[in-house]
């Protein structure tokens, strides 16, 4: 764990967050975005490396085997189980220095001018949603996973 950093903190139970784990083994982490208490566009998964390593280069073997299963487990579910018509997937690492992915679903009748990651925020008429809607998205996907 390294001080300070925020996604250690979650993974030390250190601080609240919105919904619940959606999967979790000895490498990763997967669980909802939270935006402190705004509304969430829902369908924004996180991936976290458990480890405290900042880029996709610092993984192990095992942890990049890891890593890339679950993030096609997780957007097989979004698609199958929320119904998204497509996963924007990235890794960014300059505000939080500690591997993540972010997976962001687009649902059908997403107007054109919303595609992208962070544009489906700025629609609205968009699926954002409270924390229980959340909980409820996170439990979907965490059954359609487990049933697979």
Not at 13 to 21: F, P, S
Not at 110 to 118: F, N, Q
């Amino acid at each position: 764990m390294s001080e300070g950093c925020f996604i250690c903190n979650k993974h030390a139970r250190n601080i609240e967050l919105a919904g619940v784990t959606i999967y979790e083994d000895e490498f990763v982490y997967v669980g909802h975005m939270d935006r402190n208490g705004k509304p969430n566009y829902l369908g924004h998964i996180m991936i976290d490396l458990k480890r405290h390593a900042p880029t996709l280069a610092e993984m192990t073997m095992e942890e990049a085997v890891a890593f890339g299963m679950i993030m096609a487990k997780v957007s097989k579910a979004l698609k199958e189980s929320e119904n998204a018509e497509h996963i924007y997937s990235f890794v960014a690492g300059d505000a939080v220095p500690h591997l993540h992915m972010h997976l962001v679903a687009r649902y059908p009748n997403t107007p054109k001018e919303y595609w992208g990651p962070w544009d489906v925020y700025d629609w609205e008429g968009g699926p954002m949603g409270d924390n229980n809607e959340v909980i409820s998205l996170c439990n979907r996907i965490k059954v359609y996973m487990e049933n697979d």
